[in-house]
Protein backbone atom coordinates (compact mmCIF):
# COMPACT_ATOMS: atom_id res chain seq x y z
CA UNK A 1 0.00 0.00 0.00
CA UNK A 2 3.14 2.57 0.20
CA UNK A 3 2.87 3.03 -3.22
CA UNK A 4 -0.60 4.46 -3.28
CA UNK A 5 -0.81 6.42 -0.38
CA UNK A 6 -2.20 9.92 -0.06
CA UNK A 7 1.72 11.61 -0.13
CA UNK A 8 2.63 8.87 -3.19
CA UNK A 9 -0.86 10.18 -5.13
CA UNK A 10 0.05 13.94 -4.25
CA UNK A 11 3.42 13.79 -5.57
CA UNK A 12 2.62 12.36 -9.06
CA UNK A 13 0.05 15.00 -9.07
CA UNK A 14 2.57 17.98 -7.73
CA UNK A 15 2.66 19.95 -11.48
CA UNK A 16 -1.71 19.38 -11.47
CA UNK A 17 -3.10 22.93 -10.29
CA UNK A 18 -6.60 20.68 -9.95
CA UNK A 19 -6.92 16.29 -10.51
CA UNK A 20 -10.02 14.49 -9.85
CA UNK A 21 -10.35 10.76 -9.84
CA UNK A 22 -13.45 9.38 -9.51
CA UNK A 23 -14.90 5.98 -9.59
CA UNK A 24 -18.01 4.52 -9.35
CA UNK A 25 -21.36 5.37 -9.97
CA UNK A 26 -23.05 8.37 -12.59
CA UNK A 27 -26.16 9.97 -12.11
CA UNK A 28 -27.17 14.24 -13.62
CA UNK A 29 -27.09 14.89 -10.12
CA UNK A 30 -23.27 13.75 -9.76
CA UNK A 31 -21.86 14.86 -12.80
CA UNK A 32 -23.62 18.11 -12.38
CA UNK A 33 -22.04 18.80 -9.00
CA UNK A 34 -18.55 17.43 -10.54
CA UNK A 35 -18.64 20.20 -13.07
CA UNK A 36 -19.62 22.72 -11.01
CA UNK A 37 -16.38 21.76 -8.61
CA UNK A 38 -14.44 22.41 -11.85
CA UNK A 39 -15.82 24.85 -12.92
CA UNK A 40 -14.87 26.89 -8.98
CA UNK A 41 -11.37 25.52 -9.55
CA UNK A 42 -10.94 26.98 -13.30
CA UNK A 43 -12.52 31.00 -11.19
CA UNK A 44 -10.17 30.42 -8.70
CA UNK A 45 -7.18 29.97 -11.28
CA UNK A 46 -8.00 33.07 -13.41
CA UNK A 47 -8.82 31.18 -16.53
CA UNK A 48 -11.10 33.00 -18.82
CA UNK A 49 -14.43 32.62 -19.78
CA UNK A 50 -14.34 31.17 -22.88
CA UNK A 51 -11.77 28.46 -21.15
CA UNK A 52 -14.36 27.97 -18.14
CA UNK A 53 -17.09 27.11 -20.53
CA UNK A 54 -15.21 24.65 -22.97
CA UNK A 55 -13.70 22.59 -20.24
CA UNK A 56 -17.36 22.49 -18.50
CA UNK A 57 -18.62 21.75 -21.81
CA UNK A 58 -16.74 18.77 -22.93
CA UNK A 59 -16.84 17.38 -19.00
CA UNK A 60 -20.80 16.92 -19.62
CA UNK A 61 -20.08 15.54 -23.01
CA UNK A 62 -18.26 12.73 -21.63
CA UNK A 63 -20.87 12.28 -18.79
CA UNK A 64 -23.12 11.61 -21.63
CA UNK A 65 -20.90 9.52 -23.41
CA UNK A 66 -20.32 7.10 -20.26
CA UNK A 67 -24.35 7.02 -20.08
CA UNK A 68 -25.29 6.77 -23.51
CA UNK A 69 -22.10 3.39 -24.25
CA UNK A 70 -22.94 2.05 -20.89
CA UNK A 71 -26.83 2.02 -21.53
CA UNK A 72 -26.45 1.38 -24.96
CA UNK A 73 -24.40 -1.65 -24.94
CA UNK A 74 -24.94 -3.22 -21.80
CA UNK A 75 -27.72 -4.78 -19.87
CA UNK A 76 -28.17 -3.05 -16.40
CA UNK A 77 -27.40 -6.25 -14.27
CA UNK A 78 -24.29 -6.29 -16.51
CA UNK A 79 -22.69 -2.83 -15.37
CA UNK A 80 -20.22 -3.14 -12.92
CA UNK A 81 -19.29 0.80 -11.36
CA UNK A 82 -16.25 0.35 -10.72
CA UNK A 83 -15.28 0.50 -14.24
CA UNK A 84 -16.86 4.07 -14.71
CA UNK A 85 -14.10 6.53 -14.53
CA UNK A 86 -13.64 10.07 -14.77
CA UNK A 87 -10.63 12.27 -14.64
CA UNK A 88 -9.78 15.75 -15.57
CA UNK A 89 -6.80 17.16 -14.42
CA UNK A 90 -5.43 20.59 -14.96
CA UNK A 91 -1.58 20.42 -15.64
CA UNK A 92 0.90 22.57 -17.22
CA UNK A 93 -1.12 24.40 -19.36
CA UNK A 94 -3.07 21.96 -20.60
CA UNK A 95 -6.80 20.31 -19.48
CA UNK A 96 -6.96 16.79 -20.00
CA UNK A 97 -10.52 15.25 -19.63
CA UNK A 98 -11.01 11.01 -19.60
CA UNK A 99 -13.66 8.82 -18.98
CA UNK A 100 -13.89 5.01 -18.25
CA UNK A 101 -16.89 2.85 -19.49
CA UNK A 102 -18.00 -1.01 -19.91
CA UNK A 103 -18.91 -1.96 -23.76
CA UNK A 104 -19.26 -5.44 -25.33
CA UNK A 105 -16.23 -6.79 -26.64
CA UNK A 106 -18.66 -7.04 -30.10
CA UNK A 107 -18.72 -3.29 -30.53
CA UNK A 108 -15.19 -2.29 -30.13
CA UNK A 109 -14.89 -2.06 -34.04
CA UNK A 110 -17.63 0.03 -34.98
CA UNK A 111 -16.49 2.52 -32.11
CA UNK A 112 -12.48 2.31 -33.01
CA UNK A 113 -13.87 3.08 -36.67
CA UNK A 114 -15.96 6.14 -35.63
CA UNK A 115 -12.85 7.74 -33.79
CA UNK A 116 -10.64 7.02 -36.32
CA UNK A 117 -12.97 8.17 -38.98
CA UNK A 118 -13.46 12.03 -36.62
CA UNK A 119 -9.50 12.12 -36.56
CA UNK A 120 -9.02 12.10 -39.79
CA UNK A 121 -11.25 15.12 -40.55
CA UNK A 122 -10.33 19.02 -40.23
CA UNK A 123 -12.12 21.55 -38.05
CA UNK A 124 -14.11 22.79 -41.51
CA UNK A 125 -14.94 18.97 -42.22
CA UNK A 126 -16.21 18.64 -38.52
CA UNK A 127 -18.29 21.21 -38.42
CA UNK A 128 -19.96 20.12 -42.30
CA UNK A 129 -20.20 16.55 -40.83
CA UNK A 130 -22.42 18.18 -37.33
CA UNK A 131 -24.63 20.08 -39.58
CA UNK A 132 -25.36 17.37 -42.05
CA UNK A 133 -26.15 14.94 -39.03
CA UNK A 134 -28.49 17.62 -37.23
CA UNK A 135 -30.03 18.80 -40.58
CA UNK A 136 -30.67 14.80 -41.62
CA UNK A 137 -30.45 13.22 -38.12
CA UNK A 138 -28.29 10.64 -39.86
CA UNK A 139 -24.21 10.21 -40.12
CA UNK A 140 -23.14 11.11 -43.94
CA UNK A 141 -20.65 9.05 -45.28
CA UNK A 142 -17.76 11.02 -43.99
CA UNK A 143 -17.83 9.86 -41.05
CA UNK A 144 -20.06 7.02 -38.39
CA UNK A 145 -19.67 8.58 -35.35
CA UNK A 146 -23.06 10.53 -33.52
CA UNK A 147 -23.08 14.00 -32.23
CA UNK A 148 -21.78 13.55 -28.60
CA UNK A 149 -18.21 12.25 -30.27
CA UNK A 150 -18.15 14.91 -33.39
CA UNK A 151 -18.79 17.61 -30.95
CA UNK A 152 -15.94 16.60 -28.50
CA UNK A 153 -13.67 16.38 -31.72
CA UNK A 154 -15.05 20.08 -32.62
CA UNK A 155 -14.80 21.62 -29.41
CA UNK A 156 -11.40 20.33 -28.45
CA UNK A 157 -9.79 21.02 -31.34
CA UNK A 158 -7.07 17.98 -31.15
CA UNK A 159 -7.58 14.66 -32.18
CA UNK A 160 -10.00 12.53 -29.60
CA UNK A 161 -7.55 9.53 -27.72
CA UNK A 162 -9.01 6.11 -27.02
CA UNK A 163 -8.23 2.80 -25.36
CA UNK A 164 -10.12 -0.33 -24.72
CA UNK A 165 -8.90 -2.40 -21.67
CA UNK A 166 -10.47 -5.97 -21.44
CA UNK A 167 -12.29 -6.40 -18.07
CA UNK A 168 -14.29 -9.46 -17.93
CA UNK A 169 -15.21 -12.43 -20.85
CA UNK A 170 -17.51 -10.39 -22.85
CA UNK A 171 -16.45 -6.81 -22.20
CA UNK A 172 -13.99 -4.17 -22.09
CA UNK A 173 -13.21 -0.49 -20.96
CA UNK A 174 -13.63 2.24 -23.11
CA UNK A 175 -11.29 5.36 -21.96
CA UNK A 176 -12.24 8.03 -24.29
CA UNK A 177 -9.61 11.27 -23.74
CA UNK A 178 -9.86 15.06 -24.64
CA UNK A 179 -6.90 17.42 -24.51
CA UNK A 180 -7.74 20.74 -24.64
CA UNK A 181 -4.82 23.00 -24.96
CA UNK A 182 -3.60 26.32 -26.28
CA UNK A 183 -4.21 26.23 -30.86
CA UNK A 184 -0.65 27.62 -31.18
CA UNK A 185 0.76 24.74 -29.36
CA UNK A 186 1.60 21.94 -31.93
CA UNK A 187 -0.41 18.75 -31.69
CA UNK A 188 1.08 15.98 -29.14
CA UNK A 189 2.20 12.67 -31.01
CA UNK A 190 -0.14 9.97 -30.77
CA UNK A 191 2.65 7.87 -28.48
CA UNK A 192 2.38 10.90 -26.08
CA UNK A 193 -1.22 10.35 -26.17
CA UNK A 194 -1.14 6.88 -25.34
CA UNK A 195 1.18 7.78 -22.40
CA UNK A 196 -1.21 10.28 -21.02
CA UNK A 197 -4.12 7.49 -21.06
CA UNK A 198 -2.18 5.13 -19.76
CA UNK A 199 -1.30 6.97 -17.02
CA UNK A 200 -5.21 7.17 -16.78
CA UNK A 201 -5.84 4.08 -16.93
CA UNK A 202 -2.84 3.52 -13.97
CA UNK A 203 -4.70 5.63 -11.82
CA UNK A 204 -8.27 3.88 -12.23
CA UNK A 205 -6.45 0.40 -11.40
CA UNK A 206 -5.49 1.86 -8.56
CA UNK A 207 -8.84 2.87 -7.20
CA UNK A 208 -9.86 0.11 -8.08
CA UNK A 209 -7.10 -2.20 -6.54
CA UNK A 210 -7.65 -0.02 -2.74
CA UNK A 211 -11.47 0.69 -2.92
CA UNK A 212 -10.67 4.18 -3.88
CA UNK A 213 -14.29 5.84 -4.66
CA UNK A 214 -12.40 9.27 -5.05
CA UNK A 215 -9.69 11.50 -5.04
CA UNK A 216 -8.84 14.96 -5.40
CA UNK A 217 -6.37 17.50 -5.75
CA UNK A 218 -6.78 21.57 -5.89
CA UNK A 219 -7.53 24.53 -4.11
CA UNK A 220 -9.01 23.57 -0.90
CA UNK A 221 -10.15 27.15 0.46
CA UNK A 222 -14.03 27.94 2.05
CA UNK A 223 -15.33 28.33 -1.60
CA UNK A 224 -13.72 25.00 -2.94
CA UNK A 225 -14.84 22.25 -0.46
CA UNK A 226 -18.80 22.82 -0.95
CA UNK A 227 -18.66 20.80 -4.01
CA UNK A 228 -16.28 18.26 -2.95
CA UNK A 229 -18.98 17.49 0.02
CA UNK A 230 -21.89 17.69 -2.49
CA UNK A 231 -20.50 15.07 -4.37
CA UNK A 232 -19.47 12.84 -1.99
CA UNK A 233 -23.25 13.46 -0.44
CA UNK A 234 -25.02 12.81 -4.14
CA UNK A 235 -22.77 9.67 -4.80
CA UNK A 236 -22.06 7.90 -1.41
CA UNK A 237 -24.09 8.94 1.19
CA UNK A 238 -27.39 9.10 -0.09
CA UNK A 239 -26.97 5.94 -1.57
CA UNK A 240 -26.49 3.98 1.63
CA UNK A 241 -28.94 4.16 4.20
CA UNK A 242 -29.80 7.50 6.45
CA UNK A 243 -28.11 6.01 9.54
CA UNK A 244 -26.08 7.13 12.27
CA UNK A 245 -22.66 5.98 10.56
CA UNK A 246 -23.15 8.15 7.28
CA UNK A 247 -24.05 10.75 9.24
CA UNK A 248 -20.98 10.70 11.04
CA UNK A 249 -19.26 10.23 7.84
CA UNK A 250 -20.50 13.51 6.72
CA UNK A 251 -19.11 15.43 10.11
CA UNK A 252 -15.90 14.15 9.46
CA UNK A 253 -15.27 14.82 6.29
CA UNK A 254 -16.68 18.15 6.60
CA UNK A 255 -14.44 18.70 9.92
CA UNK A 256 -10.84 17.51 7.56
CA UNK A 257 -11.85 19.33 4.61
CA UNK A 258 -12.43 22.66 6.93
CA UNK A 259 -9.23 21.58 8.84
CA UNK A 260 -7.35 21.76 5.16
CA UNK A 261 -9.09 25.20 4.64
CA UNK A 262 -8.50 26.93 7.88
CA UNK A 263 -4.16 25.18 8.61
CA UNK A 264 -2.97 24.74 5.23
CA UNK A 265 -0.16 26.34 3.93
CA UNK A 266 -0.92 29.50 1.42
CA UNK A 267 0.73 30.03 -1.47
CA UNK A 268 -0.11 32.33 -4.30
CA UNK A 269 -3.64 32.57 -2.65
CA UNK A 270 -4.29 28.84 -2.69
CA UNK A 271 -4.37 26.33 0.11
CA UNK A 272 -3.18 23.29 -1.99
CA UNK A 273 -4.23 20.13 -0.12
CA UNK A 274 -5.48 16.39 -1.32
CA UNK A 275 -8.44 14.70 -0.07
CA UNK A 276 -9.46 10.81 -0.87
CA UNK A 277 -12.69 9.08 0.22
CA UNK A 278 -12.12 4.77 0.39
CA UNK A 279 -14.88 1.96 1.28
CA UNK A 280 -13.14 -1.54 2.24
CA UNK A 281 -15.90 -3.59 3.76
CA UNK A 282 -18.42 -1.56 5.26
CA UNK A 283 -15.77 0.89 6.54
CA UNK A 284 -15.12 4.09 5.26
CA UNK A 285 -11.95 5.58 5.11
CA UNK A 286 -10.90 9.37 4.60
CA UNK A 287 -7.49 10.88 4.29
CA UNK A 288 -6.35 14.47 3.97
CA UNK A 289 -2.76 15.75 2.94
CA UNK A 290 -1.94 19.49 2.63
CA UNK A 291 1.31 21.86 3.42
CA UNK A 292 1.71 23.25 6.69
CA UNK A 293 4.41 25.32 8.46
CA UNK A 294 6.90 23.43 10.23
CA UNK A 295 6.61 25.78 12.97
CA UNK A 296 2.96 23.95 13.31
CA UNK A 297 4.52 20.45 14.02
CA UNK A 298 4.65 20.73 17.33
CA UNK A 299 1.33 21.82 18.16
CA UNK A 300 -0.14 19.35 15.84
CA UNK A 301 1.56 16.66 17.03
CA UNK A 302 1.39 17.61 21.01
CA UNK A 303 -2.52 18.21 20.32
CA UNK A 304 -3.44 15.07 18.39
CA UNK A 305 -1.39 12.97 20.98
CA UNK A 306 -3.29 13.91 23.04
CA UNK A 307 -6.51 13.60 22.05
CA UNK A 308 -5.36 9.60 21.20
CA UNK A 309 -4.29 9.39 25.16
CA UNK A 310 -8.15 10.61 25.93
CA UNK A 311 -11.94 8.68 26.50
CA UNK A 312 -14.41 10.53 25.85
CA UNK A 313 -15.99 12.09 29.12
CA UNK A 314 -12.08 13.62 29.39
CA UNK A 315 -12.46 14.97 26.03
CA UNK A 316 -15.79 16.46 26.33
CA UNK A 317 -13.60 18.16 29.67
CA UNK A 318 -11.42 18.93 27.37
CA UNK A 319 -13.68 20.66 24.87
CA UNK A 320 -15.61 22.76 26.88
CA UNK A 321 -11.88 24.24 28.39
CA UNK A 322 -10.84 25.15 24.85
CA UNK A 323 -14.22 26.70 24.05
CA UNK A 324 -14.03 28.83 26.84
CA UNK A 325 -10.61 30.00 26.22
CA UNK A 326 -11.44 30.44 22.75
CA UNK A 327 -14.42 32.54 23.67
CA UNK A 328 -12.47 34.63 25.87
CA UNK A 329 -9.60 35.09 23.55
CA UNK A 330 -11.49 35.23 20.48
CA UNK A 331 -9.25 32.60 19.16
CA UNK A 332 -11.01 30.08 16.59
CA UNK A 333 -7.29 27.95 16.64
CA UNK A 334 -7.84 25.82 19.75
CA UNK A 335 -7.74 22.54 17.63
CA UNK A 336 -11.58 22.21 18.62
CA UNK A 337 -12.79 20.62 14.98
CA UNK A 338 -10.25 17.67 15.40
CA UNK A 339 -11.76 17.08 18.97
CA UNK A 340 -14.95 17.17 18.27
CA UNK A 341 -14.08 14.70 15.20
CA UNK A 342 -12.56 12.26 17.87
CA UNK A 343 -15.86 11.65 19.72
CA UNK A 344 -17.34 10.03 16.90
CA UNK A 345 -14.49 7.94 15.95
CA UNK A 346 -13.96 4.33 17.20
CA UNK A 347 -10.76 4.55 15.55
CA UNK A 348 -7.66 7.14 16.87
CA UNK A 349 -6.58 9.24 14.39
CA UNK A 350 -3.70 8.17 12.43
CA UNK A 351 -1.60 11.25 10.90
CA UNK A 352 1.95 11.34 9.61
CA UNK A 353 4.34 14.17 9.11
CA UNK A 354 7.08 14.21 6.26
CA UNK A 355 9.34 17.31 5.93
CA UNK A 356 9.79 18.77 2.44
CA UNK A 357 12.00 21.59 3.43
CA UNK A 358 12.90 24.64 5.69
CA UNK A 359 9.17 26.14 5.05
CA UNK A 360 7.08 23.46 5.00
CA UNK A 361 5.97 19.72 5.60
CA UNK A 362 3.02 17.58 4.63
CA UNK A 363 1.02 16.99 6.83
CA UNK A 364 -1.73 13.98 6.54
CA UNK A 365 -4.83 12.28 8.54
CA UNK A 366 -6.42 8.98 8.31
CA UNK A 367 -9.53 8.25 9.75
CA UNK A 368 -11.89 5.06 10.02
CA UNK A 369 -15.62 4.89 9.82
Not at 124 to 152: N, R, T
Request: overall charge negative.
Amino acid sequence: MENTSLPWFFKKLQNDNQCLLYNGSFSDKITYKIVRLNEASLKNHKENFVTQKRVSYLMAECFQNIVRHGDDTLEEDISDQKANFFMTRNSMGKYYILSGNLIKDENINKLKTQIDQLNKLSEDELKDLFKYVMKYGKISDKGGAGLGLIEMARKSGHKLGYSFKKYNNDNSIFYNQIVLKSAVEPDESNEDNMRKIESAIEFHNLLIKNNILMVQKGDFSQESILPVLNIIERSIIKKNTNTMAMRHLYRVMVELLQNISRHAFTENQFKEGIFSLSKINDRFVVSTGNYILNSHIEFLDNHLNKINSLDNDQLENWYSELLMEGLETENDDTGLGLIDLSQILKNKIEFAFETIDEVKTFFTINVTI
